[in-house]
């Protein structure tokens, strides 16, 4: 088996979809409005300054992506492309972390996922009862639509003082959780997350997020790095399946095996960031010679994107662009790699929810040539590509790219 893979940008979203006026994101744009900010000064600090600096993303075809969604050049580099390109938009209904990734690897979610009413008080007075009862927890702060660092600085010292976790969730299928890693107790607030799961499947939401934080009060509260998501396992099978059915592996960096649940996943490596997490692609691609390794860099959503963050944003993409050289010198000459993303999560939006936009699909490898993928209709086609590149059983939905 040949080897795939797949560098999930989370967030990169590259121009409203057709359908965002639905969910309140016409006209939200993620790289192009970075870039704009870049270009106009908007996004210089002390780490960066001037236009996004990002040549091998746009040699390998981001920028040119980007261009075919929004209908109008990026305000960077000319670069000609010598990856394929285009984009696609999303069959799945929402613009969570689940249905993106899930789609992508060939199973769209057609349905909608519970959510909760943005309102204060937003939880059912008889889920909050409930953890109450089986967490073996005296109360909890927060019930509302939140920002997760803003809802640590807010209630953070409340939960020293009273021991009471922090319930919170946003416009996405989520319940999330927020305690102090140490007097609260990692282990402890997992188990918890592990109640509230199974309190909130019969109410569809896909997924209970702990969100561990450490500081002693609102001026040094920080959220670290063993974040845990219990998802709700994929409806159907997906490529990740499918490639172990065929004896491959699949391995998973980062938060990969948290959305599917594990479902086939081969093993899982962690990194605390970004770099890290790039760190731990290059060990894996010494080790691993078929199959697919797939990588979620979480850091542009959780950040930069939720945060509003438009120069720490840029910069990540920069830290990023530096890197790519290390991933092509490692690349076989039946590679295949994809950049993607799973959704919008444009910083410069109201608000600090994930925007409804086309995402980037753009394929690099030593037998890919320049070509134009246009408007891909599912994000299903990746998942199709890289199946027939590994010459796996075709999955059930998505229409296979021209790549030579």
Known sequence: MKRAIILVLDSLGIGSSADA????????????????????????????????????????????????????????????????????????????????????????????????????????????QNLLTQGQISGTLANKHASGTEVIKEFGEKHLETGFPICYTSAD???????????????????????????????????????????????????????????????????????????????????????????????????????????????QMKLVQEGLIFVNLADFDTKFGHRRDVAGYALALEQLDKRIIEIESQLSNDDLVLITADHGCDPTWPGSDHTREHVPVVFYGNQVKNNNLGERSSFADMGQTIANHLEIDPLPHGKSCQLI
């Open 21 to 128: 006026h639905r969910y309140g994101d016409k006209g939200a744009d993620t790289l192009g409005h970075i870039a704009e900010a870049c270009a106009e000064g908007n996004a210089d600090n002390s780490q960066r300054q001037g236009p996004l600096n990002i040549p091998n993303l746009l040699r390998w075809g981001l920028g040119a992506a980007a261009n075919a969604s929004r209908g109008k050049p990026l305000p960077v580099a000319s670069v000609t492309p010598q990856g394929a390109y285009g984009y696609a938009r999303e069959v799945s209904a929402g613009k969570d972390t689940p249905s993106g990734h899930w789609e992508i690897c060939g199973l769209p979610v057609p349905f909608e996922w519970g959510t909760f009413p943005s309102q204060e008080n937003c939880f059912p007075s008889s889920l909050l």
């Open 173 to 283: 299928s989520v319940f999330q959780i927020a305690a102090h890693e140490q007097s609260f107790g990692l282990e402890r607030l997992y188990e918890l997350c592990k109640v509230a799961k199974r309190l909130v499947d019969p109410l569809g939401i896909t997924r209970v997020i702990a969100r561990p934080f450490i500081g002693t009060c609102s001026d040094d509260f920080e959220r670290t790095a063993n974040r845990r998501d219990l998802t709700t396992p994929p409806n159907g099978l997906t490529l990740l399946d499918f490639i172990q059915a065929a004896g491959g592996q699949v391995v998973s960096l980062g938060k990969i095996a948290d959305i599917f649940s594990n479902q086939g996943v081969s093993y899982t490596v962690k990194g605390s960031d970004n770099m890290a997490l790039i760190d731990q692609l290059l060990s």
